[in-house]
């Protein structure tokens, strides 16, 4: 078989692959808002959606010039260097899109396709140039389009900053005409703004992106001549509508905005985005049929040109895209988790923040602090009081909070996402510039974010990293993808039919290790949803108490096991058990961790009258966090010590360790059965064993500094030995602290 016809095939496949993993990672961009809000059953936001998605694809085949000649210039190079550029392109989209949609972080699939263009292209070029006697590196002007290159690039970084800004000043005026209460002003102003609301989504939805369609001239022509009329009596239109609809039926003007720019921005995103999926693989099918159209033409010089011309992509081709991605965003599992991302980071509510401080963060909140300060000390104390006004979230939303159910925003700031993200991607798209759609809805919901004072004192700090770390997730995937492309290119070209297959078998092997990760991650977040699930369970202290009680156990269970593993792993100097035990007390860890960052919402659910048990269940969340620490600092210095290749324990330190392992062991079985039997009578004994423990770490800590004083050459096998025999005591110490505070907390439940 022809190896070109393979290689058209393989881009036909990667296309498919190319259209799942990139709905995966897009699919935020046009589902969040809706979601976030709740304004519907989530299936009736997901018909909306998918309509919304199979219209734009006929809308995006103007678009399709981007891949075939947007990047470089397709005159200057042969068929055969063309399929190279098509093929590593395809290749490092899915590796890179997969890899960000497994970790949930919302990335660009335009600016991963423009720099995978980029860098394929780059590479090709550059072995021509080194194989040219007349040309030098400066050349490469000639093969790279660089004008619109950098057009693309310009175009992309500045929709960042305009998005951003244009989402916080519209929601700002939003808020300040409607308040969190805006179901009385609604009434109002609600027509109005409802008809520029959809206004402005027709007008940019289906008279700017009509440029690019496959349509009748007929429909184009009446379009563009009759502009401004169709504006107006739009405007009228709904704005009639709206408030007949409201006076009559009490319609929800935001949940009727929400609906029509969910199916908005899906249809912007398919006819701005299908470019990015299946662009290339077209671009590789067209370059087929021309080298094929002249029989005998030789791959290596018969050159490209065709490329240049105008194509338009049959609409059957664009509809069955348009399929595939629907069906994607019903099934994918990590669209859902990239959903997640952009949620947390601009939900209205307080609550687990993903990602943690940096010097940055913290003084970017410092000087809005400060600058806050000083406009406030100079405007009226009246005009300030009334926008705070406008600002203050209702009492009844603050308490709906609390259920992990609840909206992450009103249906307000979801109705600005939508229409503020989707006229600018309209806007982009009638400009046949590839705008990011993911950078414009992410950074106009960031911006709407920070004008609603989601972004608090208690979680700004976490919302802004978050915010840097996409973007800089983002500035990674241009440089991840221009290089993993221009080196894939290289392969290719180099390797040949053998590299091929490599890289096509090592692609399959790496999507499969990226859904085990993601698996595993799912399973994880499953667990936290159980917590919360519990945490709304809460009706009694009973309910508390019996949380409090597994959460004991399962820490307690955990102690002598981690011993058993230590200890034997630490004398072989086997760092694969190490490794293994550094992750299970990661997990415990963070786990640990999570619970007592949940210990306001549990309280909050708790009656007045059982303040005493939220004091208990305290206590008992934070020994069990000085427990996993104790853990902690034990496991981390373990491994690293091996890995860093030292020697293990000495026989006689592994004969001490295993015996006060032993004595360790005896006494956590104990305190097991009576946590579990709720039985605390006789504690004596276990607080004899406990001094027993002690008495037997002092001997042990008494014989390793004889040992050190009669030259043991081993100095930091020794410093190691006296930190866990120290991590050792502390977490006695914390375990009986947590016996007690068990048995005062039934104590507590049975009065």
Not at 43 to 48: A, F, L, R, S, T
Not at 276 to 289: C, E, M, Q, T
Request: net charge positive.
């Amino acid at each position: 078989m022809d190896i070109y016809l393979i290689i058209v095939i393989v881009l036909i496949i990667l296309a498919i692959s190319d259209l799942i993993v990139g709905v995966s990672n897009d699919a935020v961009n046009f589902l969040n808002s809706a979601i976030g809000s709740k304004i519907a059953p989530i299936h009736v936001i997901m018909i909306i959606a998918s309509i919304g998605v199979v219209v734009g694809s006929v809308f995006s085949s103007g678009l399709m010039e981007v891949a075939r000649k947007g990047i470089f210039h397709p005159e200057h190079f042969a068929f055969s260097e063309i399929m190279i550029i098509f093929l590593a392109v395809m290749v490092t989209d899915i590796f890179l899109l997969d890899l960000f949609n497994t970790f949930g972080l919302p990335t660009s699939t335009t600016v991963s396709i423009v720099f995978e263009l980029l860098g394929a292209a780059v590479a090709i070029s550059i072995i021509k140039i080194s194989m040219s006697s007349t040309e030098t590196f400066v050349d490469i002007y000639k093969y790279i389009n660089s004008d619109k290159a950098l057009a693309i690039i310009t175009g992309i970084l500045l929709s960042v900053v305009v998005a951003f800004t244009v989402g916080a000043i519209i929601q700002y005026l939003s808020r300040l005409l409607f308040s969190f209460r805006f179901q009385k002003n609604m009434k109002y102003f609600g027509a109005v703004w409802g008809g520029l609301a959809i206004t402005a989504i027709t007008y940019f939805m289906l008279i700017k992106g009509i440029k690019g369609a496959s349509l009748p001239d007929g429909w184009t022509e009446f379009i563009k001549n009759n502009t401004w009329q169709i504006i107006l009596y739009g405007f009228l239109f709904w704005t009639v509508l709206f408030q007949l609809l409201t006076t009559f039926f009490k319609v929800s003007i935001p949940k009727v905005i929400v609906l029509v720019g969910t199916f908005a921005l899906a249809m912007a995103f398919a006819g701005n985005d299908l470019v990015n999926f299946i662009g290339v693989p077209l671009a590789g099918l067209a370059s087929y049929k021309e080298f094929m159209a002249v029989p005998g033409a030789n791959p290596d010089t018969f050159m490209m040109g065709a490329l240049g011309k105008t194509v338009s992509t049959p609409i059957l081709l664009l509809v069955l895209a348009g399929v595939i991605m629907i069906l994607t965003l019903w099934l994918s599992k990590k669209a859902k988790s990239v959903v997640a991302t952009t949620l947390d980071l601009s939900r209205q509510g307080s609550g687990d923040e993903r990602f943690g401080a940096s010097l940055l963060s913290r003084s970017i909140v410092r000087g809005s602090i400060s600058l806050n300060k000083n406009i406030s000390s100079v405007l009226p104390t009246r005009f300030i009081d009334g926008v705070n006004k406008q600002f203050e979230v209702p009492k009844e939303s603050k308490r709906a909070e609390l259920n992990s159910d609840a909206p992450s925003f009103d249906a307000i700031r979801a109705s600005v996402n939508l229409v503020v993200a989707g006229i600018l991607i309209a806007f982009g798209t009638s400009l046949k510039l590839p705008l990011s759609t993911t950078y414009v809805t992410f950074m106009v919901a960031m911006g709407t974010s920070l004008a609603d004072r989601a972004w608090g004192r208690d979680s700004a700090v976490y919302r802004i990293q978050g915010v840097f770390s996409v973007i800089g997730g983002w500035f990674l995937t241009a440089l991840i993808a221009f290089t993993v492309a221009f080196i894939v290119a290289n392969i290719i070209y180099w390797g040949g039919i053998i590299a091929i297959f490599a890289i096509l078998v090592g692609s399959g092997f790496f999507m499969f290790r990226t859904h085990l990760i993601h698996k595993t991650r799912e399973s994880e977040k499953l667990e936290d949803e159980k917590d919360n699930e519990f945490i709304e369970e809460i009706t009694s202290a009973s309910v508390v108490f019996e949380k409090c009680q597994n959460q004991t156990l399962k820490g307690l269970s955990s102690v002598p096991k981690f011993y058993d593993v230590l200890i034997p792993a630490l004398s072989n100097e086997n760092r694969v058990m190490l490794k293994e035990l550094k992750k299970d007390v990661k997990k415990f860890n963070k786990k640990a961790k999570k619970n007592k960052d949940r210990i306001d919402q549990t309280v909050k659910h708790l009656q007045i009258d059982q303040i005493n048990t939220g004091h208990f269940y305290i206590q008992s969340t934070d020994y069990l966090r000085e427990i996993a620490h104790s853990l902690n600092f034990m496991a981390t210095p373990a491994y690293d010590h091996i890995q860093n290749n030292h020697t293990g324990f000495s026989k006689k330190q592994t004969e001490e360790l295993k015996s006060l392992t032993s004595a360790i062991s005896n006494m956590y079985q104990e305190m097991i059965t009576k946590i579990e039997n709720n039985d605390y009578n006789n504690l004596e004994h276990i607080l004899q064993q406990q001094q027993q423990i002690l008495g037997l770490i002092n001997e042990v800590r008494i014989n390793q500094v004889k040992r050190i004083k009669a030259d043991d050459p081993h100095t930091r096998t020794s410093l190691l030995f006296l930190d866990i025999l120290a991590e050792t005591k502390n977490l006695i110490l914390y375990s009986i602290n947590l016996l007690k505070s068990q048995r005062d907390f039934i104590i507590e439940i049975t009065k």
